[in-house]
T-cell receptor, first 111, second 115 residues
Framework: RKEVEQDPGPFNVPEGATVAFNCTYS??????FFWYRQDCRKEPKLLMS???SGNEDGRFTAQLNRASQYISLLIRDSKLSDSATYLC????????????FGQGTTLQVKP | GAGVSQSPRYKVAKRGQDVALRCDPI?????LFWYQQALGQGPEFLTY????????KSGLPSDRFFAERPEGSVSTLKIQRTQQEDSAVYLC?????????????FGEGSWLTVV
């Protein structure tokens, strides 16, 4: 079983739709949590950090549930430019900066 | 530019050949990471350096894979006797120090195809 699990999709949604991605992680000692975005044939880039209290950045909302070991990302009012792969990422205990990635969920926003 | 630079960007190797992939991290960055990303998968951790010290090489898939960072700056990932399953994008990343993931910067990757 992979340490970070995501539904690979693809999720095909119309512009303006709200879409939610989920991910689960197996190591309860995981320390930090993130969503990264990866465009086709490009490197991963940090989208946002994820906290138990939830955090919002414009149309994007991320939430962490430590008890259930579950991370979510909500995108409201989807834009064509949101089309990408969204990677759920955790870091293990200890401060090495090592990242553990999920498989990624592909989003395609259609006009 | 000021970002993480990787070369070559694209490499086609015949099975059995050795390859060397280079990473120039952001100047002054202490930590350097190598990841392997197969098609349709997320990046998988290979190895980590703090300056010239290789602190974690638990992700290297076999003894055909070797990484070095002799002067604590540029790093080279070497793959000996390449096999088809080595075909992947090899991503290098660097960060200023031992901090959480939001300060990790990735290069565009070296795309390796083994034929």
């Amino acid at each position: 079983r992979k340490e970070v699990e995501q539904d690979p999709g693809p999720f095909n949604v119309p512009e303006g739709a709200t879409v939610a991605f989920n991910c689960t992680y197996s190591n309860s000692a995981s320390q930090s949590f993130f969503w990264y975005r990866q465009d086709c044939r490009k490197e991963p880039k940090l989208l946002m950090s994820v906290y138990s209290s939830g955090n919002e950045d414009g149309r994007f909302t991320a939430q962490l549930n430590r008890a259930s070991q579950y991370i979510s990302l909500l995108i409201r009012d989807s834009k064509l430019s949101d089309s990408a792969t969204y990677l759920c990422v955790v870091t293990p205990r200890g401060n090495t900066g090592k990242l553990i990635f999920g498989q990624g969920t592909t989003l395609q926003v259609k006009p | 530019g000021a970002g993480v630079s990787q070369s070559p960007r694209y490499k086609v190797a015949k099975r059995g050949q050795d390859v060397a992939l280079r990473c120039d991290p952001i100047s002054g960055h202490v930590s350097l990471f190598w990841y392997q990303q197969a098609l349709g998968q997320g990046p998988e951790f290979l190895t980590y350096f703090q300056n010239e010290a290789q602190l974690d090489k638990s992700g290297l898939p076999s003894d055909r894979f070797f990484a070095e960072r002799p002067e604590g700056s540029v790093s080279t990932l070497k793959i000996q006797r390449t096999q088809q399953e080595d075909s992947a994008v090899y991503l290098c990343a660097s960060s200023l120090g031992l901090v959480s993931g939001n300060t990790i910067y990735f290069g565009e990757g070296s795309w390796l195809t083994v034929v």
